[in-house]
């Protein structure tokens, strides 16, 4: 019996090409790796190179900058004196720790009675430091120095952009303006004194700022009462 005619779309016709395996595609995607790697082995092998470089740089680089922060800690530690506070201070003009050391110098020298190399060295640590507590006590001490150096305007005008800045904590703006209350007082602006008095009544009521105001104003008011020279009966 003749065995049947396959039909012209059917898988069994005679000369038909047999179906690609499935390893095909992989050896096709082998193959051009492998031309691919023989025509860019160079260019690739450098690439690696290169990135190894970069990673061994960064962590390098991290690794000398903190060594490097480390000593410039230590030898701010170790800075006690006024000397090695200014030699410090000059050996690192950009660092935060300078300023730092600048603002103990300015403090130990205003602590000395030398006020105006105080407002100096406030003045110079106030130009670089521009927010924070730090920036905040060196104005302070800067308006402060600058009164008692005879700067009356520079430093009460000062001690008010310190005082009203909203920015600023409110025990640095207690003192602030309890300063200019006290320079109010010394120069008998009496009406100026019961003005910061009731400013810093209703920023700080409870600071010991306040008490010293009200301190102020109250002797103030006892010499309006009783200014100098008048007779008191007996």
Known sequence: MPEPVPSPGSKLAAGAPAAPGANSGLLLSEEKLQRFWADNRTYVTLL???LGLAVLARYGWGYYAAQQELQVEQAYASATSIETLKSFAAGHPNHILAHVAELRLADQAYASGRIAEARDEYGHVALFLTTGPL???????????????????????????????????DATRAEAIYQLASAA??????????KLAAQLLQLSPSSPWTERVFALESEGAARQSNPPGLSIGK
């Open 135 to 169: 920036a905040a006590r060196a104005r302070l001490g800067l308006g402060v120095s600058q009164i008692q150096t005879g700067e009356t305007v520079e430093g009460e005008a000062t001690l008010q952009r310190l005082a009203d800045d909203k920015t600023q904590f």
């Open 185 to 194: 007082f010394s120069a008998g602006r009496t009406a100026d004194v019961e």
């Open 48 to 50: 690696c190179a290169l």
